[in-house]
């Protein structure tokens, strides 16, 4: 089954934890991207990768951060100084012959 | 900055109507621009793009969107709305250049069909 698979679907964190978000694809894609969405603000751009062992910021990356060791793999981890992690997380990915991004089924974080 | 305006949080039409959900965009280049669709608690889906070819374009599920440089907008339409259309459409821009691959989101517009 080829695609993007991101992990878990929901998941819920303790004010002061850290979490991480995983997002697996089997497109042989280069670039990945993690985007938060909030209700009412469409979705931000938190951090983005062009090729293995180099990332870059996006526009929200404060509290956040990835790794990106595979082609395969873009982890993103919450960490306890994202003030507001409480979102809906995607991740995408795009291959160098596409112009449009694909995207995962998203995982849904909320702080208890 | 780049940045895309979508008119209108809600948009509800009754079954068999005319779709309209509206994006006009900021960008001193010719842009990529997209439409996508969710459903609720799930990821993206792509329903068209332009990429500097046809201004028309056609995506899937019969909806269409129109380029218009000179108005910066790239509004969405379906001429006969269907119960499965109900969704958040997002459009979304690529300026390309040195941000090529990243976008720039619009705030989405949820589509409410009624019966």
């Known amino acids: 089954d080829g695609g993007i698979t991101q992990s878990p679907k929901y998941l819920f964190r303790k004010e002061g934890q850290n979490v991480t978000l995983s997002c697996e694809q089997n497109?042989?894609?280069?670039?990945m991207y993690w985007y938060r969405q909030d209700p009412g603000q469409g979705l931000r751009l938190i951090y983005y990768?062009?090729?293995?062992?180099?990332?870059q910021k996006g526009d929200i990356a404060e509290g956040y951060s990835v790794s990106r060791e595979k082609k395969e793999s873009f982890p993103l981890t919450v960490t306890s100084a994202q003030k507001n992690p409480t979102a809906f997380y995607l991740c995408?990915?795009?291959?160098?012959?596409?112009?449009?991004?694909?995207f995962g089924q998203g995982t849904r974080l909320t702080v208890v | 900055a780049q940045s895309v305006t979508q008119l209108g949080s809600h948009v509800s039409v009754s079954e068999g109507a005319l779709v309209l959900l509206r994006c006009n965009y900021s960008?001193?280049?010719?842009?990529?621009l997209f439409w996508y669709v969710q459903y609720p608690n799930q990821g993206l889906q792509l329903l068209l793009k332009?990429?500097?070819?046809?201004?028309l374009v056609k995506g899937i599920n019969g909806f269409e969107a129109e380029f218009k440089k000179s108005e910066t907008s790239f509004h969405l339409t379906k001429p006969s709305a269907h119960m499965s259309d109900a969704a958040e459409y997002f459009c979304?821009?690529?300026?390309?250049?040195?941000?090529?691959?990243?976008?720039?989101f619009g705030q989405g517009t949820i589509l409410t069909v009624h019966p």
């Open positions: 979304a821009v690529d300026a390309g250049g040195t941000s090529y691959g990243k976008l720039t």
């Open positions: 332009y990429t500097s070819a046809a201004t």
């Open positions: 995408a990915t795009r291959g160098l012959l596409n112009t449009e991004a694909f």
């Open positions: 990768s062009q090729i293995v062992n180099d990332f």
């Open positions: 960008s001193s280049v010719p842009p990529y």
């Open positions: 497109l042989n894609h280069d670039a």
